[in-house]
């Protein structure tokens, strides 16, 4: 019988995603041609190339419409859109950098590019890929709509048919709007700049007609509470290909000689296999495999490490042993340029200040970061906890909203599943305790350990703070891995020193872990460490935090303190110290170190070199 209830539910899947399928696994490591470089662009803040001017959705056809290519028929012809090499923008980036009069802008803007494309073979199948359009994105092609996508953070992408491509000049149009709703995720208030645009790369990449939509390859995981046993390792995995094929599926790893083949039974095949000699992935050594997917007619290459991560008791287990986790948060932004990190160079630099911290883990807040960023943590040997943005006041009680958390809860699993750097997957931050939040993020957070078993998950949760005992008993606890938590004694609560009189208690028996801990300073600002803003201030700050940190109970499992560098954020309006920034940043906005980086640095260099 039809269920009425679902329907909704239905409706908005197909709304977040119209004609957006399955993230293809590696997008990299296939064959790809980059339409990344200057696009046209046109700022359209009435959504006048959308919309006529009654205010309905254009007809396809119709001249007026942006996503059309406005050719002048002769010079009486009134055309009153176009786009111009006068009006170019880079892609991959936000908007808001690439031009004064885009500081502080959201809404609309079209990207229009044209491109030549001919197919090596006529049945292969040829997508457009974008690594992330913050929020909305609807995508044209030779003025016919390919689909339309919701949400700034995640990969999508749409299948080009053969009715709509031409050998030359193809026409694409991108509409990118970044406007905020109450009902989106995230929600209209972050502390954070909702940077605009196609922020990410945008691909095209040919497949054979029986393709390799997605691959997991990971080592099998000990059974809940059971300790890892290195003289019994098993890889295993699974590949889905488009279709059923009477193709062989093999999956090869030479430096050790693993080689797995099989015709699927249907379009998918599932392996599992004991492997000896296997050099495992940890930040002490982040040895990564050559590992090939094939079949007879696609070769996808990556690079995969293998660990194991557990919770057993109040610890984090990683490759059998307790792991004390030094981390730093970071936003996905750069210092000095002020724009999106958006490449393998970006996040050599940031990762790089990371490990001049000494941390052996990041926390990437509030959103999925692109995906240079997660290769870039496997190769250095930086543990991730990658997060969805859910933050503060989503609609909890919203069941579109959740339909749409989930939405990407799922695309940065799918894109990232085989990132050995990835330890932990957050469903939230902060948000507020209700029965329909707990109803939401417990239901995040199953959703999260059904589609992947084999990692931690956790949330930011509530603390109820109180002069003699701070306690974490968010029921949210109940359902996560980690008891994590943002605390900002001596920040937002009286002076540094009120750390020393702090007493913490959760009421679950798991790892504790402070994902966020921090303090304003402005770069440069010298005063004494009384005066907010001063980096003196800032050290002092950590200084009593590590030393509270040093006197938490047997559970702490570590910290990443808030944060890297300085962001921007319309939130911290201060005119003489904060101008528009978040100023809780280790490194300011010009790239320059302030003193309480080599306070942390201090405290993780020791924690590194004391056994756990
Ligand atoms: C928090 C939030 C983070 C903010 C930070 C702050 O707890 O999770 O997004 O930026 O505090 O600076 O207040």
Excluded at 7 to 23: H, N, R, S, Y
Excluded at 171 to 179: I, P, R, S, W
Aim: with cysteine; hydrophobic share 35%; net charge neutral.
């Amino acid at each position: 019988m039809f269920n009425k209830q679902l329907l909704p539910a239905i409706l908005i899947l197909c709304v977040t995603t119209a004609g957006a399928q399955d993230i293809l696994t590696n997008v990299m490591g296939r064959k790809i041609t980059s339409l990344n470089g200057k696009w046209h662009y046109i700022v359209d803040q009435y959504e006048t190339g959308f919309y006529d001017y009654r205010f309905k959705e254009r007809n396809p056809s119709d001249p007026e419409a942006y996503w059309n290519n406005p050719v002048q028929k002769d010079r009486s012809d009134r055309k009153e859109h176009g786009y111009n090499d006068k009006y170019s923008i880079k892609v991959p980036g936000d908007w808001n950098s690439q031009d004064a009069k885009f500081v502080y802008y959201e809404g609309t803007l079209w990207y229009q590019r044209t491109f030549d494309y001919q197919k090596q073979q006529k049945d292969n199948h040829l997508f457009i890929y974008f690594g992330a359009v913050n929020y909305k994105a609807d995508v044209y092609l030779n003025g016919k709509k390919l689909g339309a996508h919701k949400g700034g953070f995640t990969p999508f992408q749409f299948e080009i048919p053969d009715s709509i491509l031409q050998p030359k000049a193809n026409f694409l149009v991108v509409k990118a709007d970044n406007k905020r709703y109450a009902d989106e995720v995230p929600t209209l208030n972050t502390d954070w700049w909702n940077y605009g645009g196609i922020t990410r790369d945008v691909l095209l990449v040919e497949e054979p007609p029986v393709f390799i939509k997605a691959y997991t390859i990971q080592l099998h995981p000990p059974a809940a509470g059971e300790a890892f046993d290195a003289n019994n390792m098993i890889i295993e995995g699974s590949v889905q290909l488009s279709q059923s094929t009477t193709q062989k599926v093999t999956v090869t790893i030479p430096e050790i000689q693993w080689h797995y083949d099989a015709v699927p039974d249907g379009n998918t095949v599932h392996f599992s296999f004991p492997v000896k000699n296997l050099q495992l992935w940890s930040p002490e050594k982040p040895k990564l495999y050559a590992v090939t997917v094939a079949t007879g007619t696609e070769q996808i290459k990556d690079n995969i490490g293998f660990r194991t991560i557990q919770v057993i008791g109040q610890k984090i287990v990683l490759n059998g042993k307790p792991v004390f986790l030094r981390g730093i948060s970071i936003h996905e932004e750069m210092a000095p340029e002020i724009r999106r990190a958006v490449n393998s160079a970006d996040a050599k630099k940031l990762l790089g200040w990371a490990k001049e911290l000494h941390c052996n883990m990041l926390r990437l807040a509030h959103y999925p970061h692109n995906e240079y960023m997660t290769r870039m943590a496997d190769s250095l040997g930086l543990l991730v906890w990658s997060e969805i943005p859910v933050y503060w006041t989503i609609q909890f009680s919203n069941p579109e909203v959740l339909v749409k958390a989930k939405q990407q809860l799922a695309d940065m699993i799918a894109r990232d599943k085989n990132r050995a750097s990835i330890i932990i997957w957050s469903v939230g931050n902060e948000t507020p305790l209700s029965e329909p939040r707990l109803k939401f993020m417990s239901d995040l957070a199953q959703t999260a350990k059904r589609t992947d078993s084999t990692r931690l998950i956790s949330a930011a949760l509530e603390v109820h703070y109180n002069k003699d005992m701070n306690t974490i008993d968010d029921q949210l606890g109940n359902y996560t891995d980690i008891v994590a938590v943002n605390e900002y004694l001596g920040w937002y609560g009286g002076l540094p020193d009120n750390c020393r009189t702090a007493q913490w208690k959760t009421v679950f028996n798991k790892p504790l872990f402070f994902s966020e801990t921090g303090a304003g300073a402005k770069g440069g600002f010298h005063a004494d460490s009384l005066t907010r803003f001063s980096e003196e201030y800032q050290a002092w700050y950590f200084k009593e935090t590590i030393a509270m940190m040093k006197r938490m109970p047997s559970n702490y499992t570590g910290l990443s303190p808030w944060l890297l560098v300085d962001f921007r954020s319309p939130r911290r309006n201060n005119p003489v110290y904060q101008e528009g920034w978040n100023r809780k940043g280790l490194i300011d906005q010009s790239g320059k170190k302030k003193k309480a980086f080599y306070v942390l640095r201090d405290y993780y260099e020791a924690m590194e070199k004391k056994a756990f």
